[in-house]
Each structure stands twice: as structure tokens, then as C-alpha cells.
């Protein structure tokens, strides 16, 4: 799987978007970028995935470049709960194998009132 | 409903006991996980486990082990604790396609 870089730590106002970079510049073409998070003392959940299209559902929207070697996670309304952990994670297409996520670093994402 | 659950939340164990952690999914997945979260909390992939194979991350000690008494369980076997066990294990499940996955609480395992 393609590695990722992601800044460590990010701040955003509640009621703002926040918006997370992350940079994967080895991506092949059969490989998702996929995002999760993890909130203090939980398990990670899982956000939204996409391959090329900007994706968005209930919980927050992707924009992927066009060359594909970056993408951004947009909360559009962040909340104090959305302070996490986000992973950004790039991996084979969905049943491309029964392997586990390789998780980074990832950024924390403080949510300021 | 719990969707992945895992029993017990905390353990605390001396070196040298042998311990499992147990693992339940409801939601009709077809392949299960175990991760550990290190004290740095940098999270890696132990084990993936459908009913046709297990795949298992190279670093892991033979002294972990998992068993799969049907398709809903994945439990996590470990023997010899050693002080470096202690650390946070999830369990997680996803279907086959798409293979978004979904985590459970995680254990806290604590070797003394």
C-alpha cells in the first residue's frame, strides 16, 4: 500500500469546517484512499472512502486531485466530538485481499469552543 | 446492538499467564481482525481471518494465537505474557466487498 503524510496536529473553531490534508504521491491506480478516525480511548471508525471522485456522505466529504497524489477530508460543521485522530489510508481496492489497514501517524484534530 | 464487541475491557495479568481475549461481531462480516495500540499509540495489524485463510503480520510472536469457533468470533489467544504485551488490542470485522471496517471498544491489557 502506498504511503501517506499527514501534518501532526491541526486546530479548528467549532462550527467551522475542517479541513485535513494528506499528501500520497505513490498511489497506484487500483488503490482507495480511505479515512478514518479515532476518538480518545475508542476504537477507530471508519469515515469515507473514494478513488478519484470527490465522495461525500453524513459524516463528511473527500476531495481527491485530479493527478491523484493528494486529498483532502472536509468536516463541514465541526463539533467538540469531532476532536480525533484522522488517518488518511491508501489501500488495494475493496476485495483486493482479506489483509489489515496500515495505519500512519495521522493528524489530531483539535476542535476549539 | 453492539456491532463488534470485545470481553473484557481491562485485563491485568502477571508475566507468564496465559490469557485470551474474546471477540463478537453481529453484523454478518465474513473476515475478522485483531490490531494492537503500543503505549505510543501507533496501531498495527496482528492478524485478518475469513473462513478461507488467515493471513498473519510477520512481527507477531507465535506466542499470540487466534481462534475461530465460527464466523461471528475471533478470539485472541496469548501465552507467556510477556511486560511488552501490555497495550490496547482491537478487534475489528468487515465484509469481503467493501471492506470498510468496523472496531470494537478494544481491551486494555495490562502486564505487571
Known amino acids: 500500500d502506498a504511503k501517506t503524510t499527514q501534518p501532526p496536529s491541526m486546530d479548528c473553531a467549532e462550527g467551522r469546517a475542517a479541513n485535513l490534508p494528506c499528501n500520497h504521491s505513490?498511489?497506484?491506480?487500483?488503490?482507495?484512499v480511505y479515512w478514518y478516525r479515532q476518538i480518545h480511548s475508542q476504537g477507530p471508525q471508519y469515515i469515507i472512502h473514494?478513488?478519484?471522485n470527490n465522495e461525500t456522505n453524513e459524516m463528511a466529504s473527500l476531495i481527491i486531485t485530479e493527478d491523484r497524489k493528494s486529498s483532502t477530508l472536509i468536516l463541514p460543521h465541526a463539533t467538540l466530538r469531532d476532536t480525533a485522530v484522522y488517518y488518511c489510508?491508501?489501500?488495494?481496492?475493496?476485495?483486493?485481499?482479506?489483509?489489515?489497514?496500515?495505519f500512519g501517524k495521522g493528524t489530531h484534530l483539535i476542535i476549539q469552543p | 446492538d453492539t456491532a463488534v464487541s470485545q470481553t473484557p475491557k481491562y485485563l491485568v495479568t502477571q508475566m507468564g499467564n496465559d490469557k485470551s481475549i474474546k471477540c463478537e461481531q453481529n453484523?454478518?462480516?465474513?473476515?475478522m481482525y485483531w490490531y494492537k495500540q503500543d503505549s505510543k499509540k501507533f496501531l498495527k495489524i496482528m492478524f485478518s481471518?475469513?473462513?478461507?485463510?488467515?493471513?498473519i503480520n510477520e512481527t507477531v510472536p507465535n506466542r499470540f494465537s487466534p481462534k475461530s469457533p465460527d464466523k461471528a468470533h475471533l478470539n485472541l489467544h496469548i501465552n507467556s505474557l510477556e511486560l511488552g504485551d501490555s497495550a490496547v488490542y482491537f478487534c475489528?470485522?468487515?465484509?469481503?466487498?467493501?471492506?470498510?471496517?468496523?472496531f470494537g471498544p478494544g481491551t486494555r491489557l495490562t502486564v505487571l
Open positions: 489510508i491508501v489501500r488495494v481496492e475493496p476485495g483486493g485481499g482479506a489483509d489489515g489497514l496500515t
Open positions: 481471518y475469513n473462513n478461507k485463510e488467515l493471513i
Open positions: 473514494g478513488l478519484k
Open positions: 505513490t498511489i497506484s491506480g487500483n488503490e482507495y
Open positions: 453484523l454478518g462480516h465474513d473476515t
Open positions: 475489528a470485522s468487515s465484509q469481503s466487498v467493501p471492506d470498510t471496517q468496523y
